[in-house]
Structure formats: C-alpha cells, structure tokens
C-alpha cells in the first residue's frame, strides 16, 4: 500500500490501495481487504484503488471502492495538463488528500509534466491562511479547490496572488455568486466536472474564459465524450474511466462494472451542447413535495446565494435538506449554525425566491453540520442528527 508521503509508481504492475487514514481502524482493514480479494478474483494489475467521494465518514459496508487503473490516470492528467498548458515551470499546491482522486490527480499530472507540487495543508488539514501563504510565499500557479474551500478564501476577502494562474474548481456545485465573487476579487477560478469513477475531471472551463467575468460553460477535455440517455442521465465515454466497483455485502466481497459498451451512466442528470457540459443535478435530488416536483439541489443553490448576498461566510452555517413527511412525502427544512436573527434573514430572502411547496416547514438550530474532509455535507449524519 502506498502511503500520502510515498511516490506512485505510475507505470509499474503494482496495485495500489488509497485509504482515508482517518477511518475506523475496523473499516479501514474491512475495505483494505475487500481490495485485495477483488483484484485477486479479477487478476487486476496497475490499479490504484479508491473510496468513492463522500464516504470517508461512511461505514465500510456502505462504502464503494473505485479501481482506477494507472493508464486511464495518467490519460486523465495528460489531458488536464494540455488544457491548463501546464509545464515543469508550473508549481501546484496541495490541499486535497492523497486519497481523493482530486488530490491524486496532482500528483500524476506534475509528475507527467515535471511541475513541482507544494502541500498547502496545516497538520494534515485545510487551513485557509496557511494555503493563501503558501500560494504566496512559494509563488503558486496552479492549484484545485473543492467550492468550501473557495468560500473560506471570499469570507476573508483575500485577493488572488499575481503569480496564481488557474484554480480548478470541483466536488459540488460551484455558485454562480460565489463565482462571481472570487473572480473580483482575482482568483482564475475554473468550473469542473468530475468524479472518482473518471479519474478526475472531464470538462472545465477554459483559459480563455478567464478574460471575461461571465460564469463560464464547462468544455468537454480531449480525452472524454459525454452524451444524454433516453432517461435524461449524463453518459460518459473516456479513455480514464475507472475498471470496476468493490463492495463488501453481506454475503462477501462484491465486484461488478457498470459500463455499457464502454459507456458509464452517471447519476447525474445534465446535457451536452456544442461540446460543453449543462448539469442539472444528480437524481437524488429530484422529490416530490404534495405531488409537485423539486429539485434539492437548486434549492440550496438558491438558499446558498440568499446567504452569501448577506455574509460571505454564512453559505458554510445553513444549509436545507428534504425530509419525509407522511402528508406530503417529502418536505423542506432549513439547518443552521447562525442565530436565529441571522437565520430569519437568510429564510425571508430565500422564501421570497422559491414556489410556495418549496418553503421550509422547520428550522434546526444545531451546534454542528458533519462535513467530509473535503467540506462536503455528510447528509446521512445530518439526517441522523435531526
């Protein structure tokens, strides 16, 4: 197994496995052995194995392990790199884990190019002063957020290094007014779209759109294809999609690929036009409130701008998830961190912006909302919580 501080082999037959370090010692050791009984039973060789995003606070019955091989990553970096332009004289920070396909991306794309990779974490950590010192101290060019971390850095208004040249963004939804505000205050922020399943991204925006300040469309990399299903999920065709899944079920190790002639389906709901990505959200978030239909995710979108219109720091405090509820099905509740004056405020701007099924039938005041080590929202915790 290779550890954060070991360097890939990127072309060896060696199998890697990625682990959060962070888990359970008995998860942990449960997925470590899903692994390697699944590469034996299929004989895989040059793969790297990782946990699918999101589940790193998962139980490791739950948790689906991606095998990734090191061709289809280094497929991914090659492209990444062409679009970014990016050569030996490029310096990347570090502040994904190693054991993210995001973090991981990184280090095989400066590894292809000969870019140097500076970590920009504190103790392990996402620190948001220690990464803007970092970018400015070792003259950073390039670097990857996820959107939490880009609020962390519009909270504290700090304005872009001159030497930082792009900053993919990805691992959620990326605002169009949190965009916005991270392009005044300089930061060459880029739309991505990716996942574990395909190694890393597959569209992001391009150079060019950084000479405007529109939200920019998302293009398709050289090495991806993308097309709509009958059903209205986004299909994917690459040459970095992943091998297989691994789950442990209660009958064993389980292994299965997904594909159909070389296509993978996503959960996410979206289109492509002229090349470009349009992502209208994952299928989960799509219920029905008393027989009308919402999506979950737009939603919180438009709760997330009500509250960046009113702090830049309050998007990270609230947030809304859909509960059951036996009259309507399904029903809107608000969670929040922030007072309750601070809260009205956000609810009242949001209440004014969506249909009346869409308002919050409650409001949690919790001292807590459980988030990933990248920032993203652990729902079944939060669900759990409430």
Known sequence: MASAQEKLDLYSDKNEILLNPRLPKEDYEALYSLAVAVQGERKLTGHIWIAT??????????????????????????????????????????????????????????ELSGAKVISALKEGRWDVHHYYEILKSEKCTLSALVPTQVYDLVSHSYQAPST???????????????????????WPVLPSYGMTETA????????????????????LLSHATARTSEEGFLQVKASSLFTCYAQNTSEGPR??????????????????????LHIQGRSKDYIKIGGEGTNVAQLRSVLDNCALALNPGFPLKVTLLDMP???????????????????????????????????PRKVHYVKNIPRSDLGKILWAQLRSLL
């Open 53 to 110: 995003s999101g589940s790193t606070a998962d139980s490791a019955a739950r948790t689906k392990l991606v095998a990734l091989s090191k061709e289809a990553l280094r497929n991914s970096a090659s492209a990444v790199n062409s679009h970014l332009q990016s050569t030996s004289q490029d310096v990347w920070t570090q502040v994904l884990p190693h054991f993210h396909v995001g973090g991981l991306g990184i280090e095989v794309r400066a």
């Open 164 to 186: 930082l040249r792009a900053v993919i963004v990805g691992g959620g939804a990326f605002e169009t007014e949190l965009f916005k505000k991270a392009r005044s205050l300089g």
């Open 200 to 219: 890393s991204q597959i569209a992001t925006a391009s150079l060019d759109s950084l000479k405007s300040s529109d939200f920019p469309e998302m293009n």
């Open 255 to 276: 292994s299965w690929d997904p594909k159909s002639d070389s296509w993978f389906t996503t959960e996410d709901r979206g289109q492509v036009i002229d090349g470009a």
């Open 325 to 359: 509820s036996e009259r309507l099905g399904s029903e809107i509740h608000i969670v929040s961190l922030l007072s309750e004056e601070e809260t009205g405020n956000i609810v009242k701007a949001y209440t004014d912006k969506v249909l009346p099924f869409e308002k």
